[in-house]
C-alpha cells in the first residue's frame, strides 16, 4: 500500500462519504454514517478493503474520516445535507480563510457564503488556510473577526478533524491580508 493508494482512498471516501454516496448505492444515515459492512461490499469493485479503508483513517492527512463501531463517516466537508451533531463552540478571537484572488471580489461584496458545502470552512492556523486556498488558484488569505462574529450571535463548530465551520461570515467580519 503505497501513498498514492492512500490518497486515492481518500478521495473516493471523500465522494461517497461527504457527496454522492449513490456512486456504489451506498446509504448514509441522517448524521452521515454508513454501515462499514455494506461499503466494504459495495466498493470491492473498485478495489477497496477493509485494510485499505482502515489504513486511510488512521493515516489520512487531514483525519477527514471516523469509524466508530461498524459505522464510518467523513468529519467535515460535506454537501449532503446531514447532520453532524456538533455543539455551538465559542472560536478563537481570529479565524483564516484562504481562498484564490479570482473570488475576491465577489466575497467582499457578498462575504463568504458556503457554496456547495454544508458549512463555510475556517482555520485556525495561517498555514492550514493556505493549503486550502492554493486548490482554487493564486492564493490569498482572509483574516475572519471570529470574536466579532460570535458576539454579534453568530454560532461557529469545531469538526472532529479540526475544521471551523460556520454558515456566513458576512463582509464587514472579513479582512484581506497583505
Ligand atoms: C469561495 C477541503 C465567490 C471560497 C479544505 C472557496 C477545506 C466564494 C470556494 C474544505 C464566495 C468554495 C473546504 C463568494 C466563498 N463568492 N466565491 N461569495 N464565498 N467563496 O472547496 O473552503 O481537502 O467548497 O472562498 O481543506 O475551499 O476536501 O471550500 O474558495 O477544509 O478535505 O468558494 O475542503 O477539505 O470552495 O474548502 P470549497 P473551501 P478537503
Partial sequence: MNNKN???TSRFLSL???HKPE???LKLDENGWADMDELIKKSKKRGLTRALIERVVEQDDKQRFSIEGNRIRANQ???LAIDLGLKA?????VLYHGTAIRFLDS???M???KQKRQYVHLSKEIE?????GMRHGKVVILEVDAKGMYEAGYLFYLSENGVWLTDVVPKEFLREMV
Fill in 107 to 109: 466575497i467582499m461584496k
Fill in 89 to 93: 463552540v465559542t472560536p478563537p478571537e
Fill in 16 to 18: 461517497l462519504l461527504r
Fill in 111 to 113: 462575504g463568504l457564503t
Fill in 6 to 8: 492512500i490518497k486515492q
Fill in 23 to 25: 456512486t456504489i448505492g
Fill in 128 to 132: 492550514t488556510a493556505t493549503h486550502v
Fill in 77 to 79: 466537508g460535506h454537501s
